[in-house]
């Protein structure tokens, strides 16, 4: 021990953490950007685990490796829930179960796309391009037959665990949210951006299905589910009722902030560029007045990215004829 107080030194970025009520939180460590993307286990009473996300296709060793490291062997994965199908969620997806003979838990307007992932690939590559191999790699399709398609509502038993199965679009029409009877909310990115180390709530904004009113739907039903602690996949958990309660109806007045403050740049007239700039003025302002270090306002930054919050802000207005 250094004998330095907590809370004087940067978060550290262990692989493997125990978050007690039998969730393990396994790091990516994305691209560089540990505490950035996570994915967790969670043992299951008949054996086996499951698994909330797969991370990106690119992180997939790192997701084994941390599963060894936690005595959990890959194999032994009986199901992966994943909570929309965005690459940063569900790109591994294939690739894992591959390996096993596990099910996919998914939304039925997602499920179509990860038994044959090519269309997602190729709007993909449009956005990314070259530097798609190496940031979130292939996606490889799931088996129709090992796809379990939910809509929300289901309470699914999973190798006697009971999870039940929240719809909560807005960020992606094909969004769920997974709670487990201790009252842990799995929010996928339904409750926002909050990275460990800093009190700071970023929204997560992107095309091409934003959706402000659905959020707001969502959000009531994941407080009316009164979780005992919500664990977001990026990155980790928000503990205690009261502290969940206040994260999730923050969620809505920072997507209003920030969707609002782009309403008002389009409005003025201003181009993409001008918009991006608005976004980042607002995110380094707040990061700065929340006394973020550097390398973790860089974390924010890679996480909800400026550029897309625009397109998926100025899409979802423009859809709506309000912009
Ligand atoms: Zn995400």
Redesign the pocket.
Known sequence: MSGVAPGAVPPDYPRVRDLGGGVLQIDTGHHGNPGTIAVYAVPLPAGGFALVESGPASTRAAVEAGLEEAGLDPADLRYLLVTHI?L??AAAAGALLAGSDARLVVHEAGAAHMIDPSRLMASAERVYGDELEGLWGRMQPVAAERVRAVAGGERLDLGGLTVEVIATPGHAKHHVSYLLPDGTLFT??SAGVRLQGAPVLRP?LPPPDLDLEAWEGSVARMRAAGPERLVL??FGPVSGRDAADAHLAAVLERNRAWAESVLAGLRAGEDDAALVRRVQALEDAELAAAGVLPGLRQRYKVTSDAAMTVMGVKRYYTKRGVA
């Open positions: 965005h940063d969620h996928g990115d997560a996949t990026h």
